[in-house]
C-alpha cells in the first residue's frame, strides 16, 4: 500500500514539477521575447534617414505588407537610410524592414517567411546562413535581385522578432560586414 501510495504521490508532484522544469526556459523565452521592439534609428552605421516621399511611399506599402502576414506584430519599422552622390543619386540606399513578434520556433517561421517572399518575386533561395550576432535567433544573407535591380539582403529572425536589411546596387559580402550591428540598432530588448 505504501507503494502506491508513494507512486501516486510522486506522479501528482513529479508531474508538474517535471512538466516546469522543462518549460521554464521556454516560458521565460516567450516572456523576453515579448520585451523585443524594433525601432528606426536616426542614422544607421552612419547613414541618415531617407525622407524622400516616394521613397517613403514604397517603404509603407512593403510594410504593410509585412504587417498582414504577421498581424500579431507588436512593433513595426519601415525605414530608408542612404546618402546622395553629387548628381543627387543614392550612392548607398538601405531598406530596412522589421516587425516584433513572438515566433515559437524562429528557424521554421523563417523558412516559412522566406518561401513567402519567393512567391512575391524575390530570389530568396540564395540565401546562406550566417552568424545572427549577440542578439541571437537565424540569420540567412545573400545576393538577391527583384526586375532588373541587384541588390543584397539579410534576414533574421529570434524568438522576438523578424526583420530584413536590403542594401540596394551593393553585393551581400558589403552588407555582411555590417549587419549585426545594423541589427543592434534596430531589434531592442527592454
Same mark, same amino acid.
Given at each position: !500500500? ?20 522543462l518549460l521554464k526556459d521556454d516560458v521565460g523565452e516567450v516572456v523576453?521575447?515579448? @520585451? ?12 541618415? @534617414? ?7 511611399? #514604397?517603404? *509603407?506599402?512593403? &510594410?504593410? /505588407? !509585412?504587417?498582414?502576414? &504577421? ?6 519599422? /519601415? @525605414?530608408?537610410?542612404?546618402? +546622395? ?9 538601405? &531598406? ?7 515566433? &515559437?520556433?524562429?528557424? +521554421? ?22 552568424? =545572427?550576432? =549577440? ?9 538577391? +535581385?527583384?526586375? #532588373?535591380?541587384? !541588390? ?6 529570434? +524568438?522576438?522578432?523578424? /526583420? ?9 559580402? *558589403? ?12 531589434? #531592442?530588448?527592454?
Open positions: !500500500m505504501a507503494v502506491v501510495v508513494g507512486a501516486a504521490l510522486l506522479l501528482c508532484v513529479g508531474g508538474p514539477l517535471t512538466a516546469y522544469l523576453e521575447a515579448t @520585451q523585443t521592439r524594433v525601432v528606426a534609428p536616426e542614422t544607421l552605421n552612419g547613414r541618415p @534617414q531617407v525622407s524622400d516621399p516616394q521613397m517613403r511611399s #514604397q517603404v *509603407d506599402a512593403s &510594410l504593410a /505588407g !509585412m504587417r498582414k502576414a &504577421l498581424p500579431a506584430a507588436t512593433s513595426s519599422v /519601415g @525605414q530608408a537610410y542612404g546618402e +546622395k552622390d553629387a548628381e543627387g543619386q543614392y550612392e548607398e540606399l538601405f &531598406l530596412v524592414l522589421a516587425v516584433s513578434n513572438v515566433a &515559437l520556433d524562429p528557424e +521554421k517561421e523563417l523558412n516559412e517567411a522566406l518561401r513567402g517572399m519567393q512567391a512575391g518575386g524575390m530570389q530568396t533561395d540564395g540565401l546562406t546562413p550566417v552568424d =545572427p550576432g =549577440p542578439l541571437g535567433g537565424h540569420a540567412r544573407c545573400g545576393d538577391n +535581385k527583384v526586375g #532588373q535591380v541587384e !541588390m543584397a539582403i539579410c534576414v533574421w529572425m529570434d +524568438k522576438g522578432s523578424f /526583420g530584413m536589411i536590403t542594401y540596394y546596387f551593393h553585393p551581400a559580402a *558589403d552588407l555582411q560586414r555590417e549587419f549585426v550591428t545594423m541589427r543592434g540598432a534596430i531589434e #531592442q530588448r527592454s
